[in-house]
């Protein structure tokens, strides 16, 4: 019996992305596995249903059919509680969770016996590359942002030579440069703007100069565990504050992706900095849904504070639908080469490590322990 890999029409506001495009789609029916795709499901990503029929998809109308019989959900955005709860136990979801934030979720796979792997949770080593949807996801958002930036910013972003005058180039600061920042940096690059940018990992910095940017050097080296961000000192907070807000000053468009995995974003620009900027300057918060690292930032809106506008963008891989679309199922068919053997079949052995890092919840219970412990302190 071959596999059933079921895919939903995305159901959260916003959200133009899906979970599988034809070409993976394609490459899965090859394999030995049946494809269904719930009408209009690649629609606002530009994957019209006749191109995975082509692929060898059936495609159905309606999410309940679309699920029935299925033994894999794949998915991009968490379920919502009630399409969680018409999944038949055992079913195998697949796609981003945000365990913290969605802990009744998470309580309902466990409790309908559905087993659910986050792919946040894929842990960032070399053989789970191609996996990792944080980072192409974060490609994506790197990118828009530097578009958003650039739209929004008054000025050209290039230095300009023309027969009316000399415009010199826009200063773009990038505050944070993991792999949404070094993806904003190389993008603001290629718009031709001066680029500057910061980031508390030292080992950042040859990455950012790579690029043909200016790394901001701050006497702090906050490298922690799994190439990750830790936390600063308050003194250490008290140094940075005062580098990183004479740069904002200075720039045109700043962007911030300053992320501490769990934590709330770190504050990087206080309301007082924004005060500093020139009328007309950007910012681009990135970290708007963990909190801001702008003191000013409103998550999913727009604000012009004193002619400054910042922008608190929650989404934004789902403004470059396609793309992001198409590396998220490449993330997926890799992912799912430990889920299905050659034939196409289910694998009953889940013992392989990314697997075992990536459950959340199977065989009624919660397996990522931060999640069980934050359900139990829900409960207490
Ligand atoms: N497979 C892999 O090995 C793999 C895959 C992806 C990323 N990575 C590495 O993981 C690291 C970060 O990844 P990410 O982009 O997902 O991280 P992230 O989204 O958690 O954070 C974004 C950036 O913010 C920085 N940051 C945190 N606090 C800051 C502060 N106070 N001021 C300035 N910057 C601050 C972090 O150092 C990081 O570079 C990078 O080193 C990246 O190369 C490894």
């Known amino acids: 019996m071959p596999t059933v890999i079921a895919v939903l029409r995305e159901t959260v506001p916003g959200e133009q992305r899906v979970a599988l495009v034809p070409e993976v789609v394609q490459k899965l029916v090859q394999g030995g596995a049946e494809v269904r795709i719930q009408h209009e499901a690649g629609r606002s990503a530009f994957y019209p249903d006749a191109q995975y029929e082509k692929a060898g998809a059936k495609i159905l109308p309606d999410a309940a059919g679309v699920?029935?019989?299925?033994?894999?959900?794949?998915?991009?955005?968490?379920?919502?509680?009630?399409?969680?709860?018409a999944l038949a136990p055992g079913t195998i979801v697949v796609g981003f969770f945000y365990p913290s934030r969605n802990l009744p979720l998470v309580a309902a796979l466990r409790d309908g016996r559905v087993t659910?792997?986050?792919?946040?949770?894929?842990?960032?080593?070399?053989?789970?590359?191609?996996?990792?949807?944080?980072?192409?996801?974060?490609t994506a958002g790197g990118y828009m942002a530097a578009i958003l930036g650039a739209a929004n910013c008054?000025?050209?972003?290039?230095?300009?030579?023309?027969?009316?005058?000399?415009?010199?180039?826009?200063l773009v600061l990038v505050l944070g440069a993991g792999v949404a920042g070094l993806m904003a940096i190389a993008t603001a690059k290629r718009l031709g703007a001066v680029v500057e940018a910061y980031d508390v990992r030292r080992a950042a910095g040859e990455q950012v100069r790579s690029l043909g940017a200016k790394f901001l050097e701050l006497e702090i080296n906050a490298e922690g565990q799994g190439g990750y961000a830790r936390e600063l000192t308050p003194e250490e907070k008290v140094k940075e504050q005062a580098m990183v807000g004479a740069a904002v000053a200075r720039a045109d468009v700043v962007i911030t992706t300053a992320n501490v995995p769990g934590r709330k974003a770190p504050r990087l620009v206080s309301k007082e900095t924004v005060a500093t900027m020139r009328p007309g300057s950007v910012i681009v918060d990135l970290a708007a849904e963990s909190g801001g690292n702008c003191e000013l930032t409103k998550p999913g809106q727009t604000i012009v504070e004193q002619g400054i506008t910042i922008l608190g963008p929650t989404?934004?891989?789902?403004?470059?639908?396609?793309?992001?679309?198409?590396?998220?199922?490449?993330?997926?068919?890799?992912?799912?080469?430990?889920?299905?053997?050659?034939?196409?079949?289910?694998v009953s052995d889940f013992s392989d490590e990314i697997l075992v890092a990536s459950a959340l919840t199977q065989a009624g219970q919660v397996k990522h322990g931060p999640t069980r412990e934050a359900l139990q302190g829900a409960r207490a």
């Not at 659910?116 to 974060?138: G, Y």
């Open 67 to 85: 699920v029935q019989g299925a033994q894999l959900v794949l998915r991009v955005q968490p379920p919502s509680l009630e399409e969680a709860a």
């Open 154 to 170: 008054p000025k050209f972003l290039p230095m300009l030579t023309t027969a009316a005058g000399t415009i010199r180039p826009a």
């Open 315 to 346: 989404n934004l891989p789902a403004q470059v639908p396609f793309h992001s679309s198409q590396m998220f199922a490449k993330n997926l068919q890799s992912f799912l080469t430990l889920l299905l053997d050659k034939t196409g079949a289910l």
């Open 116 to 138: 659910s792997f986050a792919l946040e949770l894929v842990p960032r080593i070399t053989r789970a590359q191609s996996m990792d949807a944080l980072s192409s996801q974060a």
